[in-house]
């Protein structure tokens, strides 16, 4: 278990991390956060690599920051493919047993096992550069296995990856690791951290937001900010108010949803855009597109219906040429209400929903 | 649809072909019609077949002249290319301490080879030179002018000063491309600075340090300029180089059709020699 307590860090005057209370447990813990949320300081203070100027951050009660680098049982995952380029793939993932002084026997059956695990086998006698990037990912992540690291770092491994290789590779991630072992795995994807599972830890300007298991997290943001950063695209999120029992949206006007606070007057109103379809629903927000973008296998449709720009995202690819109308539906069931400084007031209830 | 039969798009490839002809294959195809040839005059010459080649090949100053500048190359390599890397490795990579550092190591390649071998000439002599005062004045012999061995080091000492610098810019370009995560794995693994060197910053740096290699040997297997402004070929003919014996052939004595042989022979040596760097610094690399 470990456990950071009030930590910060700070460069030049420069605020990275402020005031983190996290304990991390075994199991898959996800460390979301836009760019510059301070994923990375977070990862390179729990690696060593980095000290943390204030607070404190202790394993079972062990001062972490006083055990040198060599001593502790990190591994360490990046963006880029990092393989040691003049081995080949057998002697990168044997590198860490080496170090670590095993049999050569043992050596071999441990890099047989995890070439198997992450499905490199056929390659093990090439080198790093003869390999695709998906394959020198697979590398990486095999030495880090091999090194069997009570911590495992994972920074954004997937974002060098193409669309296709980052789902097979993400399903496959979380089977990897053994039930002692405490992975933490930082990515700005909303989809990528429900995936994951285990807990949840909304980062956003250094400071940690939210923390719980990922579905908890994701149907209950404490916030407008936990809720955007746990939607892609963002969540709508627009200004509301109350009048004498229906919720105004801009030019829109609704009956109060049932879930909504009572004596609630004015409110932020979210909506996940997922949640906005083409099949007819009570909520009708009628308007023209302003842009249709794809992403993989939907379609991020920006439109503008009452006076408000909205974001739905669709299943398929659809083409909309910009300018043309646009209708989605939405069910009231669907609504975020959140404070008007932001903190949330009451979930979006519908059952359907996973 | 079948093609159109136009053949004016020959018309656009035509400037190529003159511009190459002109500074290529003319020239050469001269050069090989010389060595081939035994011109008495205008008008008087016979078709004489590899006579030159055979007489190229079997001079034995020519032979005296090859063995030293396979020498020099090889000593050329032997200290830049480490020295190179070593100040490359010494440099900061980041900040106006860096620009400041390139800028200055830069300046000996801005300057002109004659002018190099000039500063040198007088840089070393031993009466007037600081170089050369100042190696006699802690009491070691040294003339260049005299001694063979003070010439070669003179020559080593000023290829090293006008030519490491590109060294240490192609190894420090090398070295500034190595993402940083490389380093910080090198450091959770717990690897020493010679690991990481050997292991990580050196694999890295093979393609910039082939092109260094290749540069390097090219030049100073050409080199002519700077010995024949320091040594002119002296003392005796112990820093007569390969292009220095070609330039007397050609020039001093005028014997065309030899020294057409000898630059055909000596283009080809040039040609061999950085196939097979090429091919040994390639072998067993990854594709890119």
Redesign the interface.
């Known amino acids: 278990m470990i456990r950071l307590e009030n930590l910060g860090r700070s460069v030049d005057g420069a605020m990275h991390l402020e005031g983190i209370e996290l304990t991390l447990s075994p199991g898959i813990n996800v460390l979301l956060g836009r760019t510059h949320a301070g994923k990375t300081s977070l990862l390179r203070v729990l690696a060593g690599l980095d000290r943390p100027t204030t607070g404190a951050l202790t394993q079972d009660g062990q001062d972490l920051t006083q055990l040198p680098l060599s001593k502790r049982s990190v591994a360490f995952v990046y963006q880029q493919f990092v393989n040691y380029p003049a081995f080949s793939v057998r002697d990168n993932i044997a590198a860490p047993l080496r170090r670590k002084g095993l049999a050569r026997d043992e050596i071999a059956r441990r890099v047989a096992d995890v070439a198997r695990r992450v499905r490199i086998e056929p390659l093990l006698d090439r080198l790093p550069a003869q390999l695709s990037g998906g394959q020198q990912q697979r590398l990486a992540i095999a030495r880090a296995l091999a090194k069997d690291a009570a911590l495992m770092l994972f920074d954004e491994p997937l974002v060098n990856l193409d669309y296709k290789l980052r789902e097979g590779l993400r399903e496959e991630l979380r089977g990897l690791f053994h039930d002692g072992q405490t992975v933490v795995y930082a990515t700005t994807e909303p989809e990528e951290a429900l995936q994951m599972g285990g807990t949840t830890i909304v980062l956003h300007e250094g400071r940690v937001l939210q923390t719980g298991p990922a579905h908890e997290v994701y149907r209950n943001p404490a916030s407008v900010t936990v809720a955007e950063i746990f939607s892609e695209p963002p969540m709508n999120v627009v200004a509301g108010h109350v009048e004498q029992g229906r919720l105004h949206l801009g030019d829109l006007s609704m009956p109060l949803p049932d879930h909504a606070p009572a004596g609630l007057a004015g409110c932020r109103v979210g909506l996940q855009p997922h949640r906005i379809t083409r099949t007819p629903g009570p909520i009708r927000l009628e308007g023209e597109t302003l842009l249709a973008e794809v992403d993989g296998s939907s379609t991020f449709a920006h439109f503008r219906a009452g006076g408000q720009p909205w974001i739905a995202r669709l299943d398929g690819v659809h083409g909309l040429p910009i300018g043309a109308p646009f209708t989605g539906f939405a069910d009231p069931a669907d609504l975020y209400f959140f404070a008007e400084d932001g903190t949330l007031l009451a979930p979006a209830q519908g059952a359907r929903h996973g | 649809m079948h093609k159109l039969d136009d053949n004016r798009a020959w018309l656009l490839v035509v400037p190529v072909f003159a511009l190459v002809a002109f500074n290529a294959v003319i020239p050469l195809m001269t050069v090989v019609n010389y060595s081939l040839q035994d011109i008495f005059g205008p008008g008087q010459r016979v078709f004489i077949g590899v006579e030159w080649f055979r007489e190229v090949l079997r001079d034995p100053t020519i032979q005296a002249s090859f063995l030293r500048q396979v020498a020099f190359s090889a000593l050329v390599l032997a200290i830049q290319i480490p020295l190179g890397i070593a100040i490359a490795l010494l440099l900061p990579r980041v900040g106006w301490k860096s620009s400041l550092a390139i800028i200055l190591i830069a300046i000996p390649l801005l300057v002109p080879f004659n002018v190099v071998g000039t500063i040198w000439q007088v840089y070393a002599r031993p009466d007037i030179g600081l170089l050369g005062r100042g190696i006699n004045a802690i009491g070691i012999d040294y003339n260049y002018t005299s001694s063979a061995v003070s010439a070669w080091i003179t020559l080593l000492l000023m290829d090293t000063w006008h030519w490491t610098p590109l060294v240490i810019l192609l190894a420090f370009a090398g070295l500034c491309s190595i ?1 940083e ?2 380093y ?2 090198a ?4 690897a020493s600075r010679w690991a990481v060197f050997r ?2 910053e ?3 740096l ?1 393609g910039v340090l082939t092109i260094a290699i290749l540069l390097r040997f090219m030049d100073s297997f050409m080199i002519y300029t700077e010995p024949f402004v320091v040594t002119g070929g002296g003392p005796g003919s112990s820093t007569t180089f390969l292009s220095v014996r070609l330039v007397n052939m050609a020039v001093g004595q005028f014997d065309l059709g030899p020294a057409a042989a000898f630059s055909l022979i000596y283009f080809l040596a040039i040609l061999l020699f950085s196939y097979v760097f090429y091919t040994i610094l390639k072998m ?5």
């Open positions: 993402p995560p490389y910080q794995a450091r959770i693994d717990g292991h990580i050196l694999p890295k093979r067993n690399e990854g594709e890119p």
